[in-house]
């Protein structure tokens, strides 16, 4: 008996022991970063797609400096490096090339799916951790190790978006509108295999160009074929000019989309009645959260930016913040790095927990919200399923 309880003590001790040692280790790698820890940004600027990438600028900057004022990674800084990808895949690749002649010990690139898949290959090649909140789904089913995606994505949206329309709004006549790319048609192929799974045929299937003004056929088809909702699928300035469109030609259907319904810069640019009862399914927003220190940070990120922070600042924010909690831990080695990010369980984010999938998405909670006149309000959280 004596033995046994000498043994355990011996092990308890050792534990113990190992666990300081795998501390200071820890804290040995961290303190072993350059000086200014070198972190490497690309995202839209300018062009038409400027908005969203503005946002994501917003995050990741904004946690870096206060990151940076409250002592850096184990008394480093970081030194973010931003390179403006415009609206092009050519030039995002380029600008993915001019961060990567930094020799950046992490990447965080656009939300613009087309740019991610033209900069994956040469990323990869690098050996660089590369952290994405591009949408489409197939951004991490392309191979890449290196490659992760800390926001949610049209694969969760497109199974979640047509299943509550169906089961909880009740409407079984929708047409389907979104942006003609990359983005807006891999939705909308996603929504139609949904809406299929759920025995309920689409009234009509309309998209539009990116650089359209005028939508009005197209919503008038999908009010002649009968819909009794609509599913709507684009970026805020877009989805801005549908909601108006469809306001002025009277078509009065239950809409819901992507976030961009709900999304601040959309709202900001509708009347109460427009915008009222429009309902989205999407990446958290920060505007309907009554936590005081949630509340601070929104006012203090539209303050500094004059731009109210959305989903995308949201992920980009945390991704930062991921980041740093990993190189506490393992140091600047970007193979410990990526494997640290792969095993991510459970880790806590302003208004989500991240976890990672075998595929390297971590984001797989996502908000359902309803427009009270110009307001957002959130109905509830939703989860993709197997989380």
């Known amino acids: 008996m004596f033995y046994l309880s000498l043994k355990t003590s011996v092990t308890a001790v050792t534990a113990i022991w190992l666990s300081i040692a795998v501390t200071a280790d820890a804290r040995a790698d961290a303190a072993s970063c350059p ?96 952290l994405v909140g591009a949408t489409n789904a197939k951004v991490t089913m392309q191979g890449s190790k290196w490659l992760f995606r800390t926001h949610v994505h049209d694969g969760q949206l497109a199974e979640l978006i047509p299943e509550y329309l169906v089961k909880t709004l009740g409407k079984t006549k929708p047409g389907i509108m979104a942006v003609a790319d990359d983005y807006g048609l891999g939705a909308s192929k996603g929504i139609q295999a949904a809406l299929a799974k759920l025995k309920v045929s689409p009234a009509a299937v309309a998209s539009y160009a990116p650089s359209d003004k005028d939508m009005s056929a197209q919503l008038l088809e999908i009010k002649d074929k009968g819909a009794d909702s609509l ?5 805020p300035a877009d989805v801005t000019l549908v909601i108006k469109q469809m306001n002025d030609l009277g078509i009065k259907l239950t809409t819901i989309g992507n976030s961009s319904i709900v999304a601040q810069t959309t709202l900001n640019n509708l009347s109460a009645a427009e915008a009222d009862g429009g309902y989205a399914i999407g990446g958290m927003i920060p505007q309907t959260s009554t936590d005081a220190k949630i509340m601070d940070w929104s006012k203090r990120v539209q303050d ?75 109905t509830g959280p939703i989860k993709e399923s197997g989380y």
Request: hydrophobic residues 40%.
């Open 35 to 130: 000086s200014s820890i070198p972190f490497g940004l690309t995202t839209a600027l300018t062009g038409n797609l400027a908005l969203l990438g503005t946002q994501a600028r917003n995050g990741a900057e904004f946690a870096v400096d206060e990151i940076n004022a409250g002592g850096g990674i184990a008394g480093k800084k970081i030194a973010l490096t931003t390179e403006d990808t415009g609206a092009s895949s050519t030039d995002a690749l380029n600008a993915m090339n001019r961060i990567l002649e930094g020799k950046p010990l992490v990447i965080l690139g656009s939300m613009i799916s087309p740019h991610v898949f033209a900069q994956t290959e040469v990323v990869t090649k690098s050996e660089t951790p590369f």
């Open 231 to 235: 599913i709507l699928f684009g970026r």
């Open 304 to 378: 500094k930016y004059k731009v109210p922070a959305d989903n995308f600042t949201v992920s980009y924010y945390d991704t930062v913040y991921l980041l740093k909690s990993i190189i506490e831990k393992v140091g600047c080695d970007k193979a410990a790095i990526r494997d640290a990010l792969a095993a991510t369980k459970d880790s806590k984010g302003m208004l989500i927990s991240y976890q990672a999938d075998g595929q390297g998405d971590l984001a797989h909670t996502l908000g359902i919200y309803r427009n009270k006149g110009k307001t957002p309000e959130l």
